[in-house]
């Protein structure tokens, strides 16, 4: 299991794409968009997935997105995006 950060262009895509995971039942929350990355919206969403369904979510026509981050953290507990 991982945690990924997804970004949008905009609020309107960020609520959309909110609603479509949580109909996947998909363990979600919207943040505010981590300083560390540029984004046009200012809300993204982490979304706890296995990798094989990050491939499958993403490719997936019926919601978009502007980026794809991989969370990891260190033992302090610093957050790192590893775009993906």
């Known amino acids: 299991m991982h945690e990924f950060l997804f970004t ?10 909110e609603k479509y995971l949580k109909s996947l039942k998909h363990r979600i929350k919207l943040i505010p968009t981590p300083f560390e990355i540029f984004a046009e919206c200012g809300f ?6 296995e990798e094989e369904k990050w491939e499958e979510i993403s490719k997936d026509p019926k919601w ?15 957050r790192h995006y590893e775009r993906v």
């Open 8 to 17: 949008f262009q905009s609020t309107h895509q960020a609520l959309k794409g």
């Open 44 to 49: 993204s969403l982490e979304v706890h997935l």
């Open 64 to 78: 978009s997105f502007a980026e794809c981050y991989l969370i990891l953290q260190e033992n302090g507990g610093k």
